[in-house]
């Protein structure tokens, strides 16, 4: 595929235009007044542009990091709406690092309420533009919200440029552009003009106020749209960041110091040295990297340095560590982020006629495990300038942080940002980058790849903290009539944050706790607290972050709480939600229906349900696992979702397929464990997943019933907390036992 | 020392020690990135070829021992030539990330050369050793179910 300089200087070639890069619409600066927050930017035309128009068609540049989750396509779709462009005429680039493509969505993450009752508000794009300013620097993707953020922006990028190649095309006829047509890519009067025979007029043109397109007459918004990446991803011919190829590169490996964070007291390269192609080894102070002329033999070469490791500042094993988060629990509480009614006086109630049920849980740490290694590829060029190729999920502070590394000016460095082979939140530390830089400020003159070996990518992960839950509840004549639930472990967003930006954000860490404070529950008593534990393990956002522990603690919960009832599980949560929140209570009824909740109880089977809401969608699901003689079986599973404004459903369907089947796999496999202070599992043997045949089959309704118009939930992250719950309660359901500890394969025997 | 390799129909020759796995002489030595690395220890077959039409993990297959005709990816089809098999993938929607999809894609491949209309079991059989760590297996499954019948259709 074209990298973002190939195409402008073909774009430019092809139009000899004066706009360096061809024509390029979109660059709208966005004024504070919230009455007309549109001002076209009259100087920034050429400059971090979404649309590019050439002889081949449109271009549009997707800003978010491609990951698997599609939204380069669903972006495109939003611009294609407002262009009037074929979808066989669209191409897509992820484009530059740049300020104007900072993530609006991220205003839906900077609230302390819960999900559910901030998507009833009614959004004003104002509002979102309004908290610009705080946001300008986050080109970042994650927290699901890729689309959100691009809903309004890449519809208006599309409406500018169509506005602006009719504003072109009625001058040259000497007609008012309102009596003029677009359609296919042209724009049509009592002539008909191509979008790229007008591009180069229109991108001097200024069009005045446009105005986005009724839903009503959507074509390609709210469609399964046929993904712009899918035929290379099914040749071989996508070009991942581990595939740049560089005419005269060399291939590089790094080994880092399996004690997290430690130094490298020394290292001896002899022994790689002397085996055939290997060309250098470098010291990088906390690890080494190997130069070769393959990446295989680097990395044979780099497992025959010696190398004397210093310790790490955390607890040798997992025992001390998950001994160190319980320590949590003595401490006063981080967060009390839900606090409805008065849980103590009511669990001081004791049984009388019901019950009164306490449980402790526990999670592991996880690994991302992204099917693609990390890797980066770095050129340090005679003048001094850096060139970078890295999949990651934050452009511009990689960018930053490889400027810094070699202590060259930000402008020195040309970061390309190459679609990635998944991500789940574990391409966004600037690292592989970084190491790049640093190898390739070794070897100036030649551009270098350099690439983890899977067990570097394991062992170097930044993990998904493990957790303990402690919940007590109260029944009383068949209904919950208190919850409280605590949570202790380490913050992921204040030690990513510590490590990525120099400081951990103030007030109360919402991540140790999402998934368990803000579900729309309608408990008359109803506490969560959270309790962060110390504890310098590296940590990182991982699917769904706090929502992936916190959901496993409370769903499972709440199945305790419906057993010990005496209620099916099912119209228990449906009792407690109904008044609450409609969407959710009605997902919860579709995934009944879908899955035939009642006949799935039969012998030799069981089933389990769970929901969370997160990311703005809430997510039900119901699955069926079977006893056979090769051990369980996870048979069925049926997923209701509603993230309001569904803008690709063959896209929801996939993420929230994908989004549970990452979490059962964790549910079942997946366990980080430490020993010596190193991680102990270091390939897929040891960090398995899902595969065809233990995967279940899939039923997914999508529903657009949630929060006010416009509302849009994310979907790559909201199909996992509910997983790992639905499994665990219908293995309750099939066995008897409840499982509070993951991963389930310690625990049950399941066919392979 | 420079060794000739049959790949795709045509003779290259890699300039690599013999004990180097057909996967990096692929990649690394001639620039055919299609086939990937995903563990180096025949656990995830994201770097699936055909070996004289069988499935092979070229990260397990030294370039010194490799006697017969090499398909990789980017010899079953190519994005205006789609093979039926890559037709199903597409009209499927299969790939997410689509880092794995080569190697289950060249699984697939010899999966229906070996069984034209193969059942649930047997996909489970022959697919179970490539990993997808986006899930894309339910869509596979159907892509696979549909390229049988369209080659049985012709
Ligand atoms: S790379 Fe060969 S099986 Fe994983
Ligand atoms: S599509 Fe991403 S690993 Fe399979």
């Known amino acids: ?752 | 020392m420079s060794i000739t390799l049959q790949i795709n129909g045509k003779p290259h020759e890699v300039d690599l020690p013999g004990e180097v796995p057909l996967l990096w002489a692929l990649r690394d030595g001639l620039g055919m990135t299609g086939t990937k690395f995903g563990c180096g220890v025949a656990a995830c077959g994201a770097c699936t070829v055909l070996v004289d039409g069988e499935a092979v993990r070229s990260c397990q297959l030294p370039i010194g021992e490799v006697t017969g005709a090499i398909t990789t990816i980017e010899g079953l089809g190519q994005p205006g030539n789609l093979a039926p098999i890559q037709a199903a993938w597409v009209r499927h929607q299969v790939a997410q990330c689509g880092y794995c999809q080569s190697g289950q894609i060249m699984q697939a491949a010899a999966l229906l050369a070996a069984n034209p209309e193969p059942t649930d079991q047997d996909i489970d059989a022959a697919m179970q050793g490539n990993l997808c760590r986006c899930g894309t297996y339910p869509r596979i499954r159907a892509a696979i179910h549909e390229a049988a019948a369209m080659m049985k259709a012709g």
């Open chain 1, 1 to 752: 595929m074209a990298s973002w300089k190939t195409i402008t200087r073909r774009s430019f070639l092809v139009l000899g235009a004066a706009v360096a890069g061809g024509a390029a619409f979109g660059a709208w600066k966005i004024a504070e007044v919230p009455a007309n927050p549109l001002v076209p930017g009259p100087d920034s035309v050429p400059l971090n542009p979404w649309v590019i128009i050439n002889a081949d068609g449109v271009t549009v540049i997707a800003p978010r990091a491609e990951m698997g989750q599609g939204i380069s396509t669903t972006l495109a779709a939003l611009v294609a709406e407002e262009l009037d462009v074929d979808w066989q005429q669209v191409r897509v680039l992820h484009g530059p690092p740049a300020q104007a493509y900072f993530n609006a969505g991220f205003v839906d993450r900077m609230s302390n309420e819960p999900d559910f009752i901030v998507s009833q508000r009614p959004k004003s794009h104002n509002a979102i533009l309004a908290a610009v300013p705080k946001i300008l620097s986050l080109q970042m993707t994650g927290g699901s919200t890729g689309a959100i953020g691009g809903f309004v922006q890449m519809r208006l990028a599309g409406a500018g440029a169509r506005e602006a190649l009719k504003a072109a095309a009625a001058k040259r006829l000497g007609v008012a552009p309102d009596t003029l047509k677009t359609e296919g890519g042209k724009v049509i009067g009592e002539k008909t003009f191509t979008y790229a025979e007008l591009a180069a007029e229109a991108a001097d043109l200024v069009p005045g106020d446009v105005t986005l397109r009724d839903p009503s007459t959507w074509r390609y918004v709210g469609k399964a749209m046929p993904r712009l990446d899918m035929v290379a991803k099914s040749t071989g011919t996508e070009v991942f960041g581990i595939d740049t190829w560089l005419p005269g590169m060399k291939f590089a490996t790094v080994r880092m110091n399996p004690r997290r964070g430690g130094a490298m007291k020394g290292f001896d390269p002899a022994p790689a040295l002397a085996m055939p192609g290997v060309a250098q080894v470098i010291g990088l102070g906390s690890g080494i990297a190997v130069v070769a002329d393959n990446t295989w033999t680097a990395m044979q070469a780099a497992e025959a340095v010696k190398i004397d490791w210093a310790e790490a500042d955390y607890p040798a094993d997992t025992e001390a560590m998950m001994t160190r988060i319980e320590a949590a629990f003595a401490t006063r509480p981080d967060s009390r982020m839900r606090d409805d009614g008065d849980v103590e006086a009511e669990l001081a109630k004791g049984p009388v006629s019901g019950a009164v049920i306490e449980a402790e849980y526990r999670v592991p740490f996880l690994a991302h495990a992204a099917m693609e290694p990390l890797n980066a590829t770095a050129w340090l060029k005679e003048d001094g300038s850096l060139e970078v190729w890295c999949g990651c999920q934050a452009p511009i502070m990689t960018r930053d942080a490889c400027a810094a590394a070699l202590r060259i000016d930000a402008e020195k460095v040309t970061l390309h940002v190459p679609v990635m082979g998944g991500g789940f939140g574990g391409r966004t530390d600037p690292v592989p980058a970084v190491l790049a830089a640093r190898v390739a400020a070794a070897m100036p003159g030649t551009p270098v790849k350099v690439t983890w070996s899977r067990e570097e990518d394991l062992t170097q992960d930044y993990y998904r903290p493990a957790a303990i839950a402690r919940l007590s509840g109260r029944i009383e004549g068949g209904k919950a009539t208190a919850l409280w639930g605590r949570t202790a472990t380490p913050s992921v967003t204040r030690n990513a944050l510590a490590r990525l930006v120099g400081f951990a954000p103030p007030g109360p860490d919402r991540g140790s706790v999402e998934g368990g404070f803000d579900q729309p529950y309608g408990l008359p008593n109803y506490r969560y607290d959270g309790h962060v534990a110390d504890l310098t393990v590296q940590l990182g956002f991982w699917r769904s972050v706090g929502n992936s522990m916190n959901a496993f603690f409370l769903e499972s919960f709440i199945d305790e709480m419906a057993h010990a009832a005496g209620a099916d599980p099912l119209a228990f949560r449906l009792d407690l939600m109904r008044d609450t929140h409609a969407p959710s209570a009605q997902l919860l009824e579709n995934v009944r229906e879908m899955s035939g909740w009642d006949g799935l109880k039969r012998p030799g089977y069981g089933r389990g349900v769970a929901f969370c809401y997160s990311f703005g969608t809430p997510v039900a699901e119901v699955l069926e696992v079977q006893q056979t003689d090769a051990g369980i079986r996870l048979t069925r599973a049926w997923i209701a979702c509603d993230p309001g404004l569904a803008m690709d459903p063959g896209i929801v369907e996939a993420q929230m397929t994908g989004a549970m089947v990452y979490g059962l796999s964790a549910a079942v496999h997946g366990a980080i464990t430490f020993a010596d202070q190193q991680v102990v599992e270091r390939n897929f043997p040891d960090y398995d997943a899902l595969r065809m045949p233990t995967t279940p089959a899939f039923e997914v309704a999508i529903l657009q019933n949630n929060g006010s118009f416009g509302h849009i939930g994310g979907v790559g992250e909201p199909g996992t907390p509910p997983a790992a719950p639905a499994l665990a309660n219908a293995l309750y359901d099939l066995t008897g036992i409840r499982a509070r500890e993951l991963p389930l394969n310690r625990q049950f025997s399941f066919a392979g």
